[in-house]
Structure formats: C-alpha cells, structure tokens
C-alpha cells in the first residue's frame, strides 16, 4: 500500500491509501505488441498493435503527455476524449474499448503512468482519404 502526496480540486491534503499508489485497474501496453505506427497527430502517435494474448488486431493511441505536464497527471483533455469515445457507440465512430497503461518498453513488467494509450478497434482505410467541394 502506497500514500501518496495527494490533493483534493480544493487545495485540502488527501490521506489515500491505495494499492500500487493507483486506484482502479487499466490494461498494461506489455499485453500488446506493437506491429506498426500508423500517424502522428497533434495529441499523440497511433500504431496497430496485436494483443498478445487474443490475438485481436487493435489500434493504440498514446496519449501525448508534455514534460512540464507529467506532474500534474493525465492531461484534462485526454481524459475527455476517453471519457466521451468511451460512452459513444455510434457506426461511424471508433470505439475506444480499454486504456492500457505503461513504459511501453519495461522488460520488468511494472506498469506506471509514463505513458498512456487508448485502446481502440481497428478500421483498415483504403488509400488517403479525400475531401470533394
């Protein structure tokens, strides 16, 4: 068990005593192998992955974390994005299906929050997409 230095929106001192020092549990990104990257946007990379133990062929979205942000946890407008893709089930809208969470590179397996993906379904495009006036 794990106290951490935690502080409430209010500015008042948390006493949380949390297992690992988190609270909930995501997916580990070790659970994937990263088979290609796909792009790059303005708020992270994505890249097609296999999950190891299925087999499912998915998307993950690393969530762009600045340096100076890294402090202050996962960025308020990523977890927005999570939040509202998670909650979306539309056709024409990627489903986020899990958040995986890791080093990416760790070969001990401790999973931290030095980076975090979105796990999303994959959907295969067919030549670059073109927008007609």
């Not at 909930?24 to 296999?50: D, H, I, P, Q, W």
């Not at 809208?93 to 994959?122: C, F, H, K, Q, R």
Request: charged share 25%.
């Amino acid at each position: 068990m794990t106290s951490g230095p935690w502080i409430s929106i209010t500015g008042q001192s948390l006493d949380l005593d949390l297992p690992d020092g988190y609270l909930g549990k995501c997916t580990s990104v070790s659970a994937f192998e990263k088979l290609n990257r796909l792009g790059e946007g303005t708020y992270g990379v994505v890249s097609r992955a296999r999950h190891r133990d299925t087999s499912e062929i998915v998307a993950l979205k690393q969530v762009r974390i600045e340096p100076e942000e890294r402090q202050n946890g996962i960025p308020i407008t990523a977890l927005r994005e999570i939040a509202i893709l998670r909650s979306l089930k539309h056709a024409n809208i990627i489903n986020v299906t899990d958040v995986a969470v890791g080093s990416g590179d760790d070969s001990n397996g401790a999973d931290t929050l030095d980076e975090v993906y979105m796990v999303m379904e994959y959907a295969e495009q067919v030549g670059a997409p073109t927008l007609e006036a």
